[in-house]
């Protein structure tokens, strides 16, 4: 598998051509080094290409374009079941988490890939572009969308960052005009929607989910709307943080991601554990369909896809900063 490395005063990442995925992230801190992504355990020993590239290699960053994959229900939330008529849209996160992509240029601060998409895309081309940020322990990305004709499409970024062992030691802090639980995962009696992450309904209460892991371990799914600042996050047994940002203009969802060894078969086998923290312009993981349609997100003013355009790409931005505390 090809891939890139940089190295540069506050860190080194690695970066393969598999979905474009930031597989290692080191960053150099006043107190130590700190790893902020996870990495599953299985990474670098599967080549099989059947299994779905990002899950080949899933770790720290990818992206998803068109986001999600359709396939879902909602049982208990009839403004949600009434949209998911579409099967599965192929490949879940499209072809930008599947395909390897090709290196076009790199050095020890910078390096950009690219991925053409198939003729019958709306999506012409795509091309990400990491950079070490001079003098600091950070990483900037900017993905640029080309089209081939005007079109509204699902597109979501993908970091993942590792759990602690211990419950309720990483702190998260977010500012959000709603959040909603996943549709698939809501649970009569409970609520669908919240104000806090530290009261997010769950099993005929609330669950935390500003202090994770949560526990009992749990695999759970929350989107928050209308995302107003980065999102800080603290690891409050090591002295070490992340800032997430994004452009949120474009992005104005944040989707959590919380799995902690819940899924099973291969290559999974109960062995992963993660805080996938999704900036999106999509409704949850739903088929690109429901996401640029109407639905009970865009309806309240919140925007579920980006528009593209061939005159000029779109130009999507975020960040990934680490810090002691």
Not at 132 to 143: C, I, S
Not at 211 to 238: F, M, S
Not at 295 to 319: K, L, Y
């Amino acid at each position: 598998m090809k891939s890139h490395q940089l190295r540069w005063s506050h860190g080194e990442a690695t970066i393969v051509a598999t979905a474009c995925t930031v597989t290692d992230l080191t960053f150099n801190l006043p107190n130590g080094p700190f790893k902020p992504f996870a990495r599953a355990p299985w990474v670098g020993t599967i080549d099989d290409p059947a299994v779905t590239g990002h899950l080949r290699v899933l770790s720290g960053d990818f992206v998803g374009l068109p986001f999600g994959t359709g396939g879902r229900t909602a049982p208990n939330l009839p403004e949600w079941s009434s949209l998911m008529t579409q099967p599965a849209n192929g490949t879940i996160h499209g072809p930008s988490a599947h395909e390897d992509w090709t290196l076009v240029s790199g050095d020890d601060n910078s390096v950009t890939w690219a991925l053409d998409y198939e003729a019958h895309s709306v999506v012409r081309r795509l091309e990400r572009t990491i950079t070490a940020r001079d003098g600091a322990p950070a990483l900037d990305f900017t993905l640029k969308v080309f089209a081939r004709h005007e079109a509204p499409i699902s597109c979501g970024l993908h970091p993942n960052f590792r759990l602690p062992e211990t419950p309720g030691r990483l702190e998260l802090d977010v500012g959000f005009a709603f959040g909603l639980t996943h549709p698939g995962r809501t649970a009569s009696p409970d609520t669908h929607e919240f104000a806090s992450l530290a009261a997010v309904p769950k099993d005929g209460g609330h669950v935390d989910f500003s202090h994770l892991p949560l526990a009992p371990r749990t695999d759970y799914n929350v989107q928050l709307c209308g995302v107003t600042t980065p999102l800080t996050g603290k690891y409050l047994d090591e002295g070490v943080g992340f800032e997430l940002d994004w452009d949120r203009t474009l992005l104005p969802t944040l989707m959590f991601w919380h799995t902690d060894g819940g899924i099973g078969g291969e290559p999974w086998n109960g062995s992963f554990r993660a805080l996938g923290c999704e900036p999106l312009a999509a409704a949850f993981d739903f088929h690109t369909d429901v996401s640029t349609g109407p639905n009970p997100i865009n309806r309240r003013g919140v925007q579920t896809w980006i528009d593209i355009d061939p005159a000029q790409p779109v130009e999507i931005r975020h960040s990934v900063r680490g810090f002691n505390t």
